[in-house]
């Protein structure tokens, strides 16, 4: 696995070392000598932050910086020895969350997809996988669609981050558990290639125990059905973002419903299914809205 690696921002804040003083100390007794990223940011690793906690210790205790840092190859060597049994860092607060989503932004509206990669990647380093998903990545979806619909980025900027997106949540499936008692398929509606929502569920039912089975775009109604009854599944999730109209909704659900075995249970999501919840109801299909919903899917 590759090493955890942290902006500055974010060891500052591990550490309780200010980024001013990390810089000053860098600078004039080169205390560290953090990575860099192949568009020039530092960055620190877990034992950089246990440094620079430790160094601080000693400050606070009256020690001057320079010496405590003529103890450099000391302090390492207690650090090394330590690391295995030292608890993992605070989970970043909800302002360094939220400085991702905007450099995300930022680096978007300059085309800058390398910097949007990195600092993905840095997410997806310092937060469990979950958190990642659901204050990062989820919302930063939503921001960039909105930023869209508002005329404010095109579709190539939009179509930038959402393969970014992507990319790190087939990572965090690749890497996901799957196995438990439940057993749940996924699939988009046969012409649905908006495919954000489903892995994010696949992601979620995983983390929750069930084993996921993923089909992914574009999935034909008959394979559905087939692969679900040769499974034998507990539940089958659907996708359905861009509307197909009415009538084709309608023959797609209730061809997966007269087909499926008695009693599995159907959920379908995406915004074509808010339009048609009152047909989805009368076939007996439920609607995934919101992530008040979960209890009741995750319960069955």
């Known amino acids: 696995m590759a090493e955890r690696t942290y902006r500055i921002h974010i060891a500052a804040e591990f550490s309780g070392v200010k980024v001013e003083l ?82 995300v932004l930022e680096a978007v509206r300059v085309l800058d997809q390398r910097r949007v990669s990195e600092t993905l990647d840095e997410v997806l380093a310092a937060l469990a996988p979950l958190k990642a998903y659901e204050d990062v990545l989820v919302p930063l979806q939503q921001e960039v669609g909105e930023l869209w619909h508002q005329g404010v980025f095109t579709v190539g900027q939009e179509h930038l981050v959402t393969q970014e997106i992507r990319a790190r949540l087939i990572s965090l499936l690749h890497s996901a558990p799957n196995k438990g008692p439940r057993h749940a398929l996924l ?9 954000l929502g489903l892995l994010g ?54 061809r997966v419903m007269s087909g499926l075995t008695p009693g599995m249970t159907v959920w379908v999501g995406g915004r074509a299914a808010l339009q048609y919840r009152a047909l989805c109801e009368r076939l007996g299909v439920r609607v995934f809205e919101h992530a008040a919903d979960w209890p009741r899917l995750l319960d069955g």
């Open 187 to 195: 699939a988009c509606f046969p012409e649905e290639q908006h495919e």
């Open 201 to 254: 569920m696949a992601l979620r039912l995983r983390h929750s125990g069930m084993m996921v089975t993923l089909l992914g775009q574009r999935t034909p109604t008959d394979e559905v059905v087939r692969m679900a009854r040769a499974l034998e599944v507990d539940l089958v999730g659907l996708s359905s973002v861009v509307d197909p109209g009415a009538r084709e909704f309608e023959e797609i659900l209730s």
């Open 22 to 103: 990390i810089r000053a100390w860098e600078r004039r007794y080169g205390v560290l000598s953090p990575q860099r990223t192949p568009s020039g940011y530092r960055v620190y690793t877990d034992r950089d932050v246990a440094l620079l906690r430790r160094l601080k210790q000693l400050t606070e205790e009256g020690v001057s910086i320079s010496e405590a840092a003529k103890m450099l190859p000391q302090l390492l060597a207690e650090i090394d020895a330590a690391q295995p049994s030292q608890s993992p860092p605070p989970e970043p607060s909800d302002g360094s969350v939220a400085s991702w989503r905007e450099e």
